[in-house]
């Protein structure tokens, strides 16, 4: 499945530093997710987008930063990040922002380390 | 707030039983949408409910929606080995989606 790309598909990173990740979707789809996935605990919603503009931010800590220069990319912004912030972060899209009758298409998400 | 909840966590089977995986709310559901999740993939979409009572098949998958709307189940029948994965059920809620914690199956040959 192609539909939605993440890169990188695996990232170490230190405390200090600072990385991107990036989401692209290819489906033609409106509205774009971040989630974070850590083990033993359920998806969790970091951020909503709805043709590029921000809807819903789940109390995800500054160190967290989101952008959507436009409705086929997504990117999440890292810096000063803490070795809980370990997990697999995953892109979602669907066609409209309204999930009661569209479904989610997930990229392979980027599987991050923190040290 | 909102929580789903599934029950169990871990189920393992032997190749050709059936599976069940419950999914259950305290309060109302809107609608309920059922995703897979293989180890190390991607969750992919399985199937959404949405009336009171709903029943939909896929093959060997039967997904129900509660009378009451405050549960929802998936059934395996004679499970194999490519049904090896995570299960998760999530209510729709307009902009998002409320997972559940999931069931993981695995499949003995």
């Known amino acids: 499945e192609t539909g939605v790309t993440q890169t990188p598909r695996h990232l170490v990173m230190g405390m200090t530093n600072k990385k991107s990740l990036k989401c692209e979707q290819h489906l033609g789809h409106n509205a774009m997710y971040w989630y974070k996935q850590s083990a033993k605990k359920p998806l969790e919603l970091m951020f909503v987008?709805?043709?590029?503009?921000?809807?819903e931010n789940n109390s995800v800590p500054s160190r967290f930063s989101p952008e959507c220069p436009n409705s086929s990319h997504l990117f999440l912004h890292l810096h000063t990040l803490q070795p809980e912030d370990s997990a697999l972060y995953l892109c979602?899209?669907?066609?409209?922002?309204?999930?009661?009758?569209?479904?989610?298409?997930f990229g392979p998400g980027t599987r991050l380390t923190v040290l | 707030g909102q929580q789903v909840m599934q029950i169990p966590q871990y189920q393992h089977v032997q190749e050709g039983e059936d599976f069940t995986t419950y999914c259950n709310s305290s309060t109302t559901l809107s609608n309920i949408q059922w995703y897979k999740q293989r180890p190390g993939g991607h969750p992919v979409f399985l199937i959404q409910?949405?009336?009171?009572?709903e029943v939909k098949k896929q093959k060997r998958l039967t997904f129900q929606f509660g009378e009451a709307k405050k549960n929802s189940s998936l059934h395996i029948t004679a499970t194999q080995t490519t049904d090896v994965g995570t299960y998760f059920c999530g209510e729709t809620s307009y902009d998002k989606v409320i997972f559940g914690p999931g069931t993981s199956l695995s499949v003995i040959p």
């Open positions: 409910l949405v009336k009171s009572g």
């Open positions: 979602a899209s669907s066609l409209r922002l309204d999930l009661s009758y569209n479904e989610q298409f």
């Open positions: 987008y709805s043709l590029e503009e921000r809807v």
